[in-house]
């Protein structure tokens, strides 16, 4: 029975989160938005309710009075009513100020975006109204509803029945209603929406009101239920978003249920603690909804539902770094003189900038390089300094040795939080990052029996006997121990350059700009997110021991999941993609250079989480890449400018000795038919659900051959390469090179020898042509010994030679036109000395001329050795350059034999060239 009262008090709580969960589906059906603010305006709105009971209208705006009267006390329905209705209010000011000029930008951006409201509404609570408790009459009744040993206060039921009835209320809404088709409409595709003439903008500014009016009504009925503070509200959003993770960000009566099991599941934990003595004290209650997000997450396996967004910007660029060596040699003598001449406060503000910017490098390294949305690198560098003592004193392990270790072992979190990576991505794993940050903080850092009430003590810092310590009195803080975090900030900058610069950096960059097209490149994207969670966990378990050693004793303030929250914040403001935005954002983060400068001209130290707040909004929205991303763009344009008049300096020299690219004269090509054969498709099927895309394709592609695949618009010929590559489920039989491919994931089918080209083309336009052309090397250089039989193309000038790029190697990709991005594309596949090359659509962009050079360029390669399978709509290139051509139709293979025998063939001539086109052929 007891069990049954427990789970039913957390109906109070589940209700908020169930009211929550609903307003943050609503927003991301219709704008794309995943808004972390709804929390804030739930919080915001419970005040202003709070207030007008009172008599007063709350204004949080700086500068202004807190509140004015409104003539008298509100009664509750007027109150309640005036109170929803700002917040919707509220709503479509955010939509229009802040979230519609982000509609075409990345969902990290957006999400970013939201963060920032969320902190800032939470800063501007606390600065105005302090964090004291505010009392607020009851809205529904109080009765206690007894049978037995059971009770149940009656508001608890009440408020999940209003929250139920709402969600039930608005799903008819969206499901019968004409408001409710064109926003489904809009959350399909917006292309399509403007077609019918529908204004996404319109669609998405009601839902924004609509869910912060369901947003602001959860926290006017929670505000007589759960205390009236700012903080409180803020972390109503991790159950809520669990919540909405269930109900795929789309089902608003799944949401509002599970929220409302969330928080009767949260109830029972706290119960559950308090019968076990084995269970933690603290924190199972935070692990709720973390369990549910990985229940639903790790067993469906799928991204948020997408939206038909028109344009959509990639996270920005992560500049190449040069110079390293002098950058870092110049840093460090500025540093040095800074930690002498600044005086003691400054010093200290200095310090912590060092130590905080080497964990901000950590977020550079997973998000700004491999893309992952990791929420909780401060609490993993927590980790390193909460166990820096323990280890230190047990292990009885000196310095550097202790540091390192504690390190390894916020590494080994890092790669267990990473772990859903390799599910899911995008901001679901922001989510789980969340979420799990909240969970260690809860369980861990604020847990009294791991954790005393004066917190963990670091060790001493000694080597060799030489105190490196901080220091204390008046010898605090030591410049010792300032060069030595400089130093370790230094090591940890150049270590991160290197990184981008090699090419474990490169194939992060490619995980992150698009997995399948890495994958076909032979990169292993299981491998690149594990490392870069790896890496970044040690660096930020780096940086959180030498914050252990700054604080002297060790408490959850300093890594606590809202602190690393805001921290992340500052990171994307000052340009989380690149190392001097690291930097910056260590010089500017809490209690770092900036805020001590900043608070000692103004003493604003209580409004700056304000300031930094309204600059991430401004930035993200002004300047996505960042503070730092004007200069970088700056030097990209000179060394483009450069790089281009070197180019036509040399195009004027070599004017005279050639106009023109000669196509060089190739013999007729002779194909060895008695050797086995490169490629064998047996009854390959593939289907997606009822729909038959390929049905019992079975051919096979003699050695040394160039063989076109060839079919009208939806004939199956692109299902047909992600088949081979492995990127569609199938059945039948792929054998390549007589090898079976069954089982093989794509990455591992790419260093058995196959290589793959997109008709999107797919390149990393963060990184050079060079490094584009790199990454495709991983496959030749993971290939096993035994399968080395193929032909190496292991120096990249023979390959850049052979498709006459060479002048273009150091430019970045997206400066390239589309001819140029194609042959990118093929110097890419090509560098993994594949013995199978699959060419999707190769001669796009190129005009006629360019199309039969090209060809002329495929028979070189295939002369080379290597077999080559091309996909395209240019006839004249296929039939030139093609040896056997295979025509599918429905996906069906209707006619294979040689570029004559299929002109002549009167069942293509039907499917693909046209009745009409034969008859006169």
């Not at 408790?133 to 049978?147: C, E, G, L, N, S």
């Not at 930690?339 to 964990?359: K, N």
């Not at 990169?523 to 030498?546: C, D, N, Q, W």
């Not at 050695?703 to 990127?727: C, E, H, Q, W, Y």
Request: a neutral charge; one cysteine or more; charged letters at 15%.
């Amino acid at each position: 029975m007891q069990h049954l009262v427990f789970l039913l008090l957390g109906l109070g709580n589940g209700a908020v989160f169930g009211a929550l969960a609903l307003a943050v589906v609503l927003t991301y059906r219709s704008s794309g938005v995943v808004n972390f603010a709804t929390g804030a305006i739930a919080l915001y709105t419970a005040y202003t309710y709070a207030y007008l009971r009172q008599g007063e209208f709350l204004i949080l705006i700086p500068g202004l009075p807190k509140t004015v009267g409104v003539g008298g006390p509100m009664g509750m329905w007027p109150a309640m009513i005036a109170s929803v209705a700002i917040a919707a209010v509220l709503g479509l000011v955010l939509y229009l100020l802040v979230f519609r000029p982000l509609r075409r930008s990345p969902l990290v951006a957006r999400a970013v975006a939201a963060l920032g409201i969320s902190l800032l509404v939470t800063a501007l609570a606390a600065q105005k109204l302090g964090t004291g408790q505010i009392v607020v009459d009851p809205i529904f009744p109080t009765k206690v509803w007894q049978a037995g040993d059971f009770q149940l206060s009656s508001d608890r039921f009440y408020f999940a029945l209003t929250i139920l009835v709402v969600a039930i209320a608005l799903a008819l809404v969206f499901r019968y209603t004409k408001f409710g088709v064109v926003t489904r409409a809009v959350a399909e595709t917006e292309r399509g929406a403007y077609i019918s003439g529908i204004s996404p903008d319109r669609v998405a500014a009601y839902n924004w009101m609509l869910s912060s009016a369901v947003a602001g009504l959860a926290g006017v009925l929670i505000a007589p239920i759960v205390p009236l503070v700012p903080v409180a509200y803020t972390l109503f959003i991790v159950p809520a978003m669990a919540a909405a993770i269930a109900a795929r960000f789309n089902l608003v009566v799944v949401a509002v249920i599970a929220g409302i099991a969330v928080g009767m599941l949260q109830s029972e934990a706290q119960y559950l603690a308090s019968l076990f003595d084995w269970l933690p004290a603290s924190g199972l209650p935070e692990l709720v909804p973390l369990v549910l997000i990985l229940a639903v997450l790790l067993i469906r396996a799928r991204p948020l539902p997408t939206r038909g967004a028109v344009i959509l910007q990639n996270l920005g660029r992560a500049p190449r770094p040069l110079r390293v060596i002098p950058t870092a040699a110049v840093m460090t003598i500025v540093g040095v003189v800074a930690l002498v001449v600044l005086d003691d406060r400054f010093r200290t503000g200095l310090i912590v900038s060092f130590i905080m910017a080497i964990i901000a490098l950590s977020c550079v390294v997973v998000t700004g390089y491999a893309g992952q949305v990791s929420l909780a690198q401060l609490t993993i560098a927590g980790v390193a300094g909460f166990l820096l003592g323990p280890i230190a004193n047990t292990l009885h392990l000196p310095f550097p040795i202790a540091p390192l270790v504690a390190a390894v072992c916020a590494a080994v979190l890092g790669v267990l939080i990473g772990l859903p990576a390799l599910r899911i991505r995008g901001l679901t794993l922001a989510v789980v990052t969340l979420a799990m940050a909240f969970a260690v903080e809860a369980i861990w850092f604020r847990n009294g029996d791991i954790v005393g009430s004066e917190g963990v003590a670091a060790p001493e810092l000694k080597l060799f006997g030489w105190d490196l310590s901080i220091g204390s009195g008046l010898d605090y803080p030591r410049v010792t121990f300032g060069i030595l975090v400089l130093v370790v900030l230094v090591a940890v900058a150049i270590f991160v350059a290197y990184l981008r610069r090699g090419r474990l950096g490169a194939e992060m960059l490619a995980v992150r700009a698009n997995e399948k097209s890495a994958a076909a490149a032979g990169v292993s994207v299981v491998r690149v997110k594990i490392l870069a969670f790896g890496i970044g966990a040690f660096i930020a378990g780096i940086g959180g021991s030498l914050l252990a050693y700054q604080l002297q004793t060790v408490s959850f303030e300093s890594f606590s999941a809202m602190t690393g929250v805001a921290l992340f914040g500052t990171v994307y403001l000052t340009g989380i993609t690149s190392i001097s935005g690291g930097i910056v954002a260590g010089i500017s983060a809490a209690n770092a250079l900036v805020f001590v400068i900043v608070d000692d001209l103004w003493s604003v130290s209580g409004w700056y989480p304000v300031i930094t707040s309204v600059l991430l909004i401004f930035t993200v929205i002004l300047n996505p890449e960042g503070i730092v991303g004007p200069t970088h763009t700056l030097l990209a344009s000179r060394r483009s400018r450069a790089l281009t008049a070197r180019l036509e300096a040399k195009a004027a020299e070599s004017l005279d000795a050639e106009t023109a690219p000669e196509s060089p004269s190739v013999s007729p090509r002779v194909i060895d038919r008695s050797a086995p054969p490169e490629l064998e498709l047996s009854g390959v099927t593939v289907k997606y659900n009822n729909a038959v895309a390929l049905l019992d394709v079975t051919l096979s592609v003699p050695r040394g051959s160039i063989v076109g695949l060839i079919g009208p618009n939806g004939a199956g010929k692109t299902t047909l390469m992600d088949a081979i590559t492995g990127f569609v489920d199938y059945t039948g039989g792929v054998s390549i090179s007589g090898q079976s491919m069954a089982g093989l994931v794509p990455h591992k089918r790419i260093q058995a020898g196959l290589g793959r080209t997109f008709q999107a083309i797919e390149l990393y336009d963060d990184l050079s042509v060079a490094e584009n052309v790199k990454v495709g090397r991983t496959a030749a250089l993971r290939r096993p010994a035994s399968e080395a039989e193929h032909r190496d193309f292991g120096d990249l000038d023979e390959v850049f030679a052979l498709l006459g790029i060479a002048d273009l190697a150091e430019r970045a990709a997206g400066e390239l036109s589309q001819g140029q991005r194609q042959l990118v594309s093929i110097a890419r596949a090509l560098s993994g000395s594949p013995n199978l090359l699959l060419l999707d659509e190769p001669a796009g962009g190129l005009d006629s001329s360019e199309s039969l050079w090209l060809g002329e360029r495929l028979k070189k390669i295939c002369d080379s050795g290597v077999t080559i399978i091309m996909v395209d709509h240019d006839m004249d290139l296929v039939m030139s350059a093609c040896d056997e051509v295979h025509v599918l139709n429905f996906g069906e293979l209707i006619a294979s034999g040689t570029p004559a025998e299929i002109r002549a063939n009167r069942a293509v001539a039907t499917a693909y060239l046209g009745s009409e086109a034969h008859a006169h052929g």
